[in-house]
């Protein structure tokens, strides 16, 4: 039916996966191809991200510069950095590539322990602990901290991260709606024995799972409600940062200071390094008492290699100029941006008649195309204007919610937002993807 979008008029197929059997989805171009193997943002090998403007090159392109709008670089700590990079080059030199070996045995360096503590100095937290994987972070050490005969709510948008942590920890999972603290309220109080909140309740623990701005989704946690219910109910409350430390609040100490929230009140913070630092890895920030006990029991603490120390390094000093320690200003310039291109590209896209989700402050701004079917050509379309974007559908959204999600940076001049406006807003044009009428036009 894409007359207008000649070649690129995609089907779309439910295929059961044979091992798992789970309905997943196929989506290819009208020659038969799967999109996986068509020329598209994200499937093809990127040649190397640089420092102007958040850009990638990238090779489907033949190497010309694409405006990357999907990379999680939110404060343009990932390319190269004045105050970081010859930090990091330093402490490759000095600590190499890899500790090979585990922070209980040989791996524990200075740097490591500089870290836990400006973790926990930043996010307001007495302690901290690291690991070396975001994804990890929560799939280990849920477990660690839950298991039979606890409970643990969740959210039904978490991420499978903590989707798969919780399944691993062997407590019961129960998930609320997302985002609805009244829910989460109904189902704790369906948990609780009589709905006494202190005595005779069955369970030995509950955790309640949340994100501070949910990944797909762009929108913020509504975290005072959900701690008013937790502390009624002597619930923990689990708050995974991944998308909102160094991205969102007035100095970066993400939505608990952009939503005043006292971090006393979050009993577990999770957050990973992958995003606003620019760097890789995760950290959980808590009292001293669980700190210590993940330290003694946590298998990815005791068993896994620990962070690269150039990782650390880069942790450290995008931190450093987060708080302004490095001497300058940048980081709170950084801060100011970030929010600015974030609510400017927002209101610009609700302008044009697109369906954008999420919050304003938030980096995270999903496109919705709905029709999993018009996700290759937005891609393709896009990526043609050089312009990367990031598509998701099924099973990371349900199956007709797809959408283009855009990260935007505090390293994207507002040329680049501008040329990204356009292009999108013609390749929606071409796709029909403007379900409203565009500003000043229609009621
Ligand atoms: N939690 C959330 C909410 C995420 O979105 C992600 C990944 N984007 C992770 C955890 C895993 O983090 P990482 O990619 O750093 O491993």
Redesign the pocket.
Known sequence: KSSNLKGYAPICLGLEDFYTRRLYLRIQDCFGRPIASAPDAWFDVVERYSNDSNKTLHRTTKTSKCLNLGS?NYLGFAAADEYCTPRVIESLKKYSASTCSVRVDGGNTKLHVELEELVARFVGKPAAILFG????T?SAIIPALVGKGGLIISDSLN?N??VNGARGSGATVRVFQHNNPAHLEEVLREQIAGGQPRTHRPWKKIIVIV?GIY?MEGELCKLPEVIAVCKKYKAYTYL?E??SIGAVGKTGRGVCELLGVDPADVDIMMG???KSFGS?G?YIAASKEIIDHLKHICPAHIYATSMSPPAVQQVISAIKVILGEDGSNRGAKKLAQIRENSNFFRSELQKMGFEVLGDNDSPVMPIMLYNPAKIPAFSRECLRQHVAVVTVAFPATPLLLARARICISASHSREDLIKGLEVISKVGDLVGIKYFPPAGEGS
Request: negative net charge; contains cysteine.
């Open positions: 999680y994987m975001g994804y990890v929560n991420h991260s903590i994100e990944s995974d991944a998308h990973t390094f992958t890789c995760g």
